[in-house]
DNA sequence: TCATTAAGCGTTG
DNA sequence: CAACGCTTAATGA
């Protein structure tokens, strides 16, 4: 359990909810830590929580069938991910990593299902984030087959700014370029480039570990 | 063949 | 000391 100024602090939706339904959420969450590099759960693992990311990054990725591993989506701080699969009490459909260490927090399969079932405002939460995803997988559709390098990066910076699943992001991103690239399916210098490609295109800037987004239209669009 | 990558190394913040 | 840029040899479409 964690208290309400905790909960506020980790939870961007916290006060969307009122009084009892807060207290519930509130009640429902722990919180748990990864060190980098490990495996918060692989394909076929129940993991029956809500999750939030409180600090750190996450990986989203599956392996296709020729046994390469192609990422779905990358998680940073503020982001919430999940609902579909404890909606549905399934096993996880795909493998998550954490990049550097991370802390998680985690609402149990309970909590949610009471809210779901008794808290209108969680329900709006939740179809604002389902519908925020499903735009992004659909845009995956294309992204593989039909775009560059750089447009692949500018895609995927984009969605860590994406203010409907990160309202309290900030436009600069702490992050190297090393971990934007296991992000984006790049190689290290070939995200370097890429990242050079988009400051001359006036998009973002960058310095050490750090990104700094200056258009976000643009590099939603880039390479159209 | 041409493009992309992992690995190594010197430099930088 | 980790992140970055650059070179090189290997890899693969």
Same mark, same amino acid.
């Given at each position: ?58 990986k989203l990725s ?8 192609v990422t779905l989506a990358g998680?940073? !701080? ?6 579909? %699969? ?6 996880? /459909?795909? !493998? ?21 079932? %008794? ?30 390098? %750089? ?25 190297? /370029? ?5 992000l984006c399916g790049?190689?290290?210098?070939? %995200?370097? /480039? ?17 990104? /700094? ?12």
């Amino acid at each position: 359990m964690i208290s309400a100024e905790r909960f506020r602090q980790i939870a961007y939706w916290a006060d969307e909810l009122n009084g009892s339904d807060f207290e519930e959420a509130r009640r429902g969450i722990t919180e748990k830590s990864f060190t980098a590099g490990s495996y918060i759960c692989h394909k076929g693992d129940r993991l029956d929580y809500w999750t939030g990311v409180v600090s750190g990054l996450v990986k989203l990725s599956a392996v296709t069938e020729s046994g390469k591993s192609v990422t779905l989506a990358g998680l940073r !701080d503020g982001g919430w991910f999940g609902e579909g %699969t404890v909606l549905k009490n399934e096993a996880r /459909q795909y !493998d998550l990593v954490s990049l550097r260490d991370t802390d998680f927090a985690l609402m149990n399969r309970a909590t949610f299902m009471k809210l779901f079932e %008794t808290s209108a405002a969680f329900n709006k939460i939740l179809v604002r984030q389902l519908n925020e995803r499903l735009g992004h997988f659909i845009a995956l559709v294309e992204y593989d087959r039909t775009l560059g390098a %750089t447009a692949k990066l500018a895609r995927s910076l984009a969605w860590l700014l994406n203010p409907v699943l990160y309202p309290r992001a900030s436009k600069t991103l702490e992050i190297t /370029q090393e971990e934007l690239g296991l992000l984006c399916g790049l190689s290290r210098q070939a %995200t370097g /480039q890429s990242l050079r490609q988009l400051q001359a295109a006036r998009l973002i800037d960058f310095a050490h570990n750090s990104v /700094q987004i200056l258009d976000d239209a643009g590099l939603r669009n880039f390479g159209e």
